[in-house]
């Protein structure tokens, strides 16, 4: 996933609209753990916008500072904290027909590799990252 909407998220709109990949789900979709509260991002699609921008378009979209946070990337090394999210009910990660799961250990996604494991880890607020 790469981030997440924390419980700060006013429910605006505006992360989703921006979102190239189409990871943002608001708060009336039942793939979001979260519905009824806060928008959500889906940890199998987010790319943290590599290759469509070199700030994550949500948060440069979010009128709320420290709504969007980091989490760990996506990729195989994460894939036992995301089915364990998954099973906590921290992600609603989709189920394929065939491939199950759609943990990063059957597809992982690209992410900004310079903030590091500890920053994610933190769950340290996007925004700061890019503040000139």
């Given at each position: 996933?790469?981030?997440?909407?924390?419980?700060?998220?006013?429910?605006?709109?505006d992360?989703a609209?921006?979102?190239?990949?189409?990871?943002?789900?608001?708060?009336?979709?039942?793939?979001?753990?979260?519905?009824?509260?806060?928008?959500?991002?889906?940890?199998?699609?987010?790319?943290?916008?590599?290759?469509?921008?070199?700030?994550?378009?949500?948060?440069e979209?979010?009128?709320?500072?420290?709504?969007?946070?980091?989490d760990?990337?996506?990729?195989?090394?994460f894939?036992?904290?995301?089915?364990?999210?998954?099973?906590?009910?921290?992600?609603?990660?989709?189920?394929?027909?065939?491939?199950?799961?759609?943990?990063?250990?059957?597809?992982?996604?690209?992410?900004?590799?310079?903030?590091?494991?500890?920053?994610?880890?933190?769950?340290?607020?996007?925004?700061?990252?890019?503040?000139?």
């Amino acid at each position: 996933m790469a981030v997440m909407i924390t419980e700060a998220c006013i429910n605006c709109g505006d992360c989703a609209e921006a979102c190239p990949v189409a990871a943002i789900l608001d708060d009336s979709k039942d793939r979001n753990p979260y519905m009824g509260e806060h928008f959500y991002v889906k940890p199998e699609n987010c790319v943290e916008c590599v290759g469509h921008a070199d700030v994550p378009r949500c948060v440069e979209a979010c009128p709320t500072e420290g709504c969007i946070v980091w989490d760990l990337p996506y990729i195989k090394e994460f894939s036992e904290y995301y089915g364990k999210g998954n099973n906590e009910g921290v992600y609603k990660i989709r189920v394929h027909k065939k491939k199950g799961l759609m943990l990063p250990s059957i597809k992982e996604k690209p992410f900004i590799e310079s903030v590091s494991v500890e920053e994610r880890k933190a769950h340290s607020a996007v925004l700061k990252f890019f503040k000139a």
